[in-house]
């Protein structure tokens, strides 16, 4: 068993928009840092597969799924003001799913510890019915339902540490107490919700754990809230599987926050992530990219974190 492991495709370079925050180069600035790190030159990468469209079904309906690959068929349009889709999209965000289903069978079926999966597009603000925030499928969410139906895990826990809440992710399993949802996020900020008041449903009370932060919270304050929340949380719903949504817009140095985490603080999370997991379901985790707009900050933090796994 290998300690980290990266799943990528170059697919996930076709979805791409002149101008738009959520681009191609995103990737590339990553898998660059990959390549001339030493630390991380030997990680083991492997090919994402498309998704099986039932784990789709399994989080999104059929009318959303073919919504997508109408839009992208039909030449491509924007899902909504700053959504796109082109020709293209569709079959890039199948692979992105795939990818999250292939990370959770190298971790469930102990090929590694840790797997990463290097997505475009994102996938938090996804909603069972609906893209938005630059999201079409929801990865996390196929991730944590392919583990629950495909590898036998009966509770999964998802943390999202992106600058966003991810309220796809929240309204995908706001009803169900298998799967506890923690999100940090800055608020206010897009899309609105994440309130602390939102807990779940009555049958799936305190499942849905939800940490607003002000502007310009930085790493120690941003700990101490994992610490008291999140760590808490984790440790009462003893999951099978951890999977995190991997933003890293939470960055001092990224565009489209005022929240104040350093690259360190990344690598801090991860070692602290995989600690608990250690603790809790031998170790295992998986990462999905999420957000993260400053290219520098965006490479080396996602670097720091696959060198904390590593370490682990
Ligand atoms: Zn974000």
Known sequence: MT???????????LHDYPGHPETAARLRAITDRLATDPALRGLPATPAPDADVEMLRAVHTDRHIAGIEHAARGGGE??????YCTPQSYDVALRAAGAAMRVTEMVMGGESRSAFALVRPPGHHATPSQAMGFCLFNNAAVAARAAQRLHGAER???VDIDVHHGNGTQDVF???????YCSLHQW???????????TGTARAEGTTVNVPLPPGTGAEQWLAAFETRVATALA????????VSAGYDAHAADPLAELRLATDTYAQVASRLADIAGELCGGRTVWVLEGGYDL??????????LQALEAA
């Open 3 to 13: 300690a980290a492991a990266v799943v990528y495709d170059d697919t996930f370079l």
């Open 78 to 83: 924007w899902l909504d003001g700053d959504t």
């Open 156 to 158: 999964v826990a998802i």
């Open 174 to 180: 706001y009803d169900d107490a298998s799967v506890l």
């Open 188 to 198: 206010p900020l897009y899309p609105g919700t994440g309130r602390a008041a939102e």
């Open 236 to 243: 009462a719903h003893r999951p099978d599987l951890i999977v």
């Open 296 to 305: 520098d900050a965006l490479a080396a933090s996602v670097g720091a974190t």
